[in-house]
């Protein structure tokens, strides 16, 4: 009977290629993974500054929720944050303020503040009171009561600044919980209101200092 030789394959006769070919991918595939995650689940970033003390401090690390911000555009909607929730938003990029078109690589600034206010809303700043008024509250609420924990947990009670404005459709009004003097450039102080087009998603978590972890 006739014996037919098998040749042996490239890679069984080169099996460092082989590796090479499969680390290669590897590495691919952590690579593309982590650019997906960071586009659509989460993201992470810094703190920078002293504008949302006393709930964040200078380089605290937070974790940014891109889920509800994914499933909104997924069903062809803008992604509205709650009232109160810590966001982070593009700022803008290095040719002048941010479109909502403008491609992601653009932007050079993101910022961390506070929800205060939506579309309609009347918001004022008067004698250091932040006040919010609405269908709903015709004489006005204090949009921190439910996240002012004390003095040291939450917003500030005291806001500097005079501010009587109607916010925008489609934007929200944004403001620092450390709102005293110049600690925080937000809706208040010059920054304007926010298109929800530019809102990357709302903090869900503070993962460093490691001694100071929390949910959001």
């Known amino acids: 009977m006739e014996q037919v030789q098998v040749k042996p394959s490239f890679f069984k006769k080169h099996p460092l290629v082989k590796d090479l070919i499969s680390l290669a991918v590897f590495v691919v595939a952590i690579i593309l993974g982590t650019i997906w995650l960071n586009a659509y689940v989460f993201r992470s970033y810094n703190v920078v500054g002293s504008s949302m ?3 964040l401090h200078n380089d605290d690390r937070v974790i940014v ?7 909104a555009h997924f069903l062809g909607k803008e992604y509205v944050p709650k009232r109160g929730q810590v966001v982070v938003f593009a700022n803008g990029d290095a040719t002048g303020p941010l479109t909502c078109g403008a491609p ?3 932007v050079d600034q993101y910022i961390i503040k506070r929800v205060i206010a939506f579309p309609g809303e009347r918001v004022t700043v008067k004698d250091g009171v932040l006040t919010v008024y609405n269908d709903e509250h015709p004489d006005g609420f204090s949009p ?5 924990v004390d003095e040291n947990n939450g917003p500030k009670e005291y806001s500097s600044g005079e501010v009587d404005m109607i916010v925008p459709n489609g934007e929200i009004f944004v403001a620092g919980d450390n709102r005293e003097g110049s600690h925080s450039f937000d809706s208040r102080s010059g920054l304007g209101t926010i298109p929800y087009c530019r809102l990357i998603g709302p903090v869900s978590m503070r993962i460093y200092p490691l001694d100071s972890i929390r949910f959001f």
Not at 65 to 71: C, I
Not at 144 to 148: A, F
């Open 53 to 55: 003390a006393n709930t």
């Open 144 to 148: 921190d009561d439910e996240t002012r």
């Open 65 to 71: 929720n891109r889920l509800p911000v994914t499933w």
């Open 104 to 106: 992601a690589g653009m």
